[in-house]
T-cell receptor
Framework: DAKTTQPPSMDCAEGRAANLPCNHS???????VYWYRQIHSQGPQYIIH???NNETNEMASLIITEDRKSSTLILPHATLRDTAVYYC??????????????FGGGTRLMVKP | GAVVSQHPSWVICKSGTSVKIECRSL??????MFWYRQFPKQSLMLMAT?????????EQGVEKDKFLINHASLTLSTLTVTSAHPEDSSFYIC??????????FGSGTRLTVV
């Protein structure tokens, strides 16, 4: 799986948009970009994933650059409950055995009042 | 959506004893489950991949005789930490591969060995 690079930490004011960047310059054509987050002392939670088109769901938006070498996760109106570590993971989609998720360091987002 | 139940959420045990952690897929069948370990302020590290009805595949550096994994049914995988020592204290998390190719995680188990 392609390697990802994320800033180790970010702050965001409550109510503002949180924009979390991720670089994945070695991404392959069949690899998706997945985002998960982990709130303290809990298991990771799926947020969103995409291949090349921008995606939006009830939690967030995912913006992928045209060359697919980077992406940005956007939390449109961050709340205190969004404080967590956010992981950007690149991998091939599909349910083959052995296709585990490999976690990097992630970005620790702190939403402040 | 897919739900994974992990039990217990926390456990304290004495050094030298064994601890079993259960991971259940509640509303789907999980042919493949993954076990991760997470030390404080670190990321998740994959320990092993568990496939129903076959032996688990362990990552390099993970002792298979110490971390026993059993995946006897399509809805249950267990991780047993044998002869636990204080250095085994960690946050253990299971993950299931859902039928649609996604991943769902358990809530984690905080193991403290005293």
């Amino acid at each position: 799986d392609a390697k990802t690079t994320q800033p180790p930490s970010m702050d965001c004011a409550e109510g503002r948009a949180a924009n979390l960047p991720c670089n994945h310059s070695t991404i392959s054509g069949n690899e998706y970009v997945y985002w998960y987050r982990q709130i303290h002392s809990q298991g990771p939670q799926y947020i969103i994933h995409g291949l090349k088109n921008n995606e939006t769901n009830e939690m967030a938006s995912l913006i992928i650059t045209e060359d697919r070498k980077s992406s940005t996760l956007i939390l449109p109106h961050a709340t205190l409950r969004d404080t967590a570590v956010y992981y950007c993971i690149v991998r091939v989609a599909g349910g083959n055995a052995g296709n585990m998720l490999t976690f990097g360091g992630g970005t620790r987002l702190m939403v402040k009042p | 959506g897919a739900v994974v139940s992990q039990h217990p959420s926390w456990v304290i045990c004495k050094s030298g004893t064994s601890v079993k952690i259960e991971c259940r897929s509640l509303d789907f069948q999980a042919t493949t489950m993954f076990w991760y370990r997470q030390f404080p302020k670190q990321s998740l590290m994959l320990m092993a991949t568990s496939n129903e009805g076959s032996k688990a595949t362990y990552e390099q550096g993970v002792e298979k005789d110490k971390f026993l994994i059993n995946h006897a049914s399509l809805t249950l995988s267990t991780l047993t930490v044998t002869s636990a020592h204080p250095e085994d204290s960690s946050f253990y998390i299971c993950s299931c591969l859902t039928g649609i190719g996604g991943y769902t995680f358990g809530s984690g188990t905080r193991l403290t060995v005293v």
